[in-house]
């Protein structure tokens, strides 16, 4: 028996890269998964391959009616929400004082309001539930400085603090608010990020300097795991957590 049998979820940004990987691992546990994206022939694959324990839904997570309508799936699909996995984001690379404004408000649109929209969708139904768990997805960008990504990052640096405030405010209603914050991960999200870096770094591989400084560059599997551990319910004293996933890069100097 899995650890998610009799389970329900959602996970946003689920039709590629860490939210693929994390649907993909919720199910295999026992999990009937929603996978959401806003590539909705994206999401309909990866739900096909799961089978009949996934059903897909296009969301935009900066509409929250979108949002709220990715969480009703699940409650007429499933009979409700156990846990939430606000995954989905973008990254648009400038030095700071050159981003443009409206590639700001993209930025926060997507990646921070697209969290707050989530958990405000979610919390009735986890509360209807008796709890459940809430698992964001920010990054070790927001933990630290470095050139190019400036707007991305302080996005997940609100990510981390909204979830150890909505942690802080749903611990009495049974529901667990925690938050991954992984470094460079093969997907097509730090393949962006990383071009930002070679450009910033005057022509530095990147991936030689993020292989060199992380062991290895990460794979999705190696976040979804983590999002897993921390959704289950053997985790349920784990809150308000940040769960920096880097190969110990964040813990060296560059």
């Not at 199910?27 to 909705?40: F, H, K, L």
């Not at 700001?104 to 768990?133: C, M, Q, T, Y």
Request: charged share 20%; proline share 3%; aromatic share 6%.
């Amino acid at each position: 028996m899995g650890a998610f049998e009799g389970k329900s979820v959602v996970v946003t940004g689920a039709a590629t890269g860490i939210g693929e990987a994390a649907a993909r691992r919720f199910a295999r546990e026992g999990a009937r998964v929603v996978v959401a994206d806003i590539d909705g022939a994206g999401a309909k694959r990866v739900a096909s391959d799961i089978g009949d324990s996934a059903v897909s839904t296009v969301v935009d997570v900066t509409d929250s009616r979108q949002v709220q309508a990715a969480v009703e799936v699940a409650v007429e699909a499933f009979g409700g929400l156990d846990i939430m996995v606000n995954n989905a984001g973008i990254a648009i690379l400038a030095p700071i004082a050159e981003l443009p404004d409206d590639d700001f408000a993209r930025l926060v649109d997507v990646n921070l309001k697209g969290v707050f929209f989530g958990i405000k969708a979610a919390v009735p139904h986890l509360v209807a539930r008796g709890g459940g768990a809430i698992v964001n997805t920010a990054s070790s960008a927001g933990t630290n400085g470095m050139p190019m990504i400036g707007g991305y990052a302080a996005t997940k640096a609100g990510v981390i603090n909204m979830t150890k405030t909505a942690a802080v405010e749903l611990r009495a209603l049974g529901i667990r608010v925690n938050c991954v914050a992984p470094a460079f991960v093969v997907t097509s999200l730090s393949d962006n990020l990383m071009d930002g870096f070679e450009q910033a770094s005057g022509g530095t591989p990147a991936d030689e300097f993020f292989a060199a400084n992380q062991g290895r560059l990460g794979e999705p599997e190696d976040v979804a795991r983590i999002i897993t551990h921390l959704a289950e319910d053997e985790g349920n004293w784990v809150t308000g957590h940040a769960y920096v996933i880097d190969g110990g890069f964040t813990a060296s100097p560059m």
